[in-house]
């Protein structure tokens, strides 16, 4: 079955604090994805990974293949990042999401 | 036009109305797809068209009824709905079909009373 976890589920942090979001998934993935949405609103698409680690801005992302895991981290956290953080995988012609990750960042 | 269009971004129709989702993209994109999301849960693939071709249909009721007629265009058409239909519809879009980075739109929120 194809799987995609986060954790944690919820996290709050203050304003400036370093956030890391892990996402686990089971075998045959083809890429990975991390996607954004704002409560109520749309999903912006963060990255696409297959190897190694990306960069944008404050965000980053990271995939390790043999262990079969990714990460998000955000650095120097702003209010403006608080939104439902979800990592979603392409399984062949199947993409699945994960359950998602509500960050609150406080002022 | 990095943007994928959904309108309208709310509408609110009752059980009998007939009604359609409109989603619009101008980046080339070949394939398109409708997604429910329900308060708090993760979305669920609905409807994915390739080539304005119906790929994948995830055994969505008859009521929903969705429409390509043509590259840039994706419609959902609404009817006899019930208030268990009310959700979040997202449009997507990408290159080809599910193997490249997606392009959402905003949503319709959309409640039946």
């Known amino acids: 079955k194809n799987e995609v976890e986060q954790s944690p589920q919820n996290l709050t942090a203050q304003e400036g604090e370093f956030i890391t979001i892990n996402c686990s998934y089971s075998v045959g993935i083809s890429a990975l994805h991390w996607l954004q949405q704002h409560p109520g609103g749309g999903i912006v698409s963060l990255f696409m990974l297959s190897s190694g680690k990306k960069k944008h801005g404050r965000l980053i992302a990271t995939i390790n293949i043999q262990e079969k895991h990714s990460s998000l981290h955000i650095t120097a956290s702003h209010p403006r990042d608080s939104a439902v953080y979800i990592c979603?995988?392409?399984?062949?012609?199947?993409?699945?999401f994960g359950p998602g990750t509500r960050l609150s960042v406080l002022p | 036009d990095t943007e994928v269009t959904q309108t309208p971004k709310h509408l609110v129709m009752g059980m009998t109305n007939k009604k359609s989702l409109k989603c619009e993209q101008h980046m080339g994109h070949r394939a398109m797809y409708w997604y429910k999301q329900k308060a708090k849960k993760p979305p669920e693939l609905m409807f994915v068209?390739?080539?304005?071709?119906?790929?994948i249909n995830e055994s969505v009721p008859s009521r929903f009824s969705p429409e390509c007629p043509n590259s840039s265009l994706l419609n959902l058409h609404l009817h006899a709905l019930q208030p268990e239909d009310s959700a979040l519809y997202l449009c997507?879009?990408?290159?080809?079909?599910?193997?490249?980075?997606?392009?959402f739109g905003s949503g319709t929120r959309l409640t039946v009373v």
């Open positions: 068209y390739s080539y304005e071709k119906l790929s």
């Open positions: 979603a995988g392409n399984y062949g012609q199947n993409f699945v």
């Open positions: 997507a879009s990408s290159r080809a079909i599910l193997l490249y980075g997606y392009t």
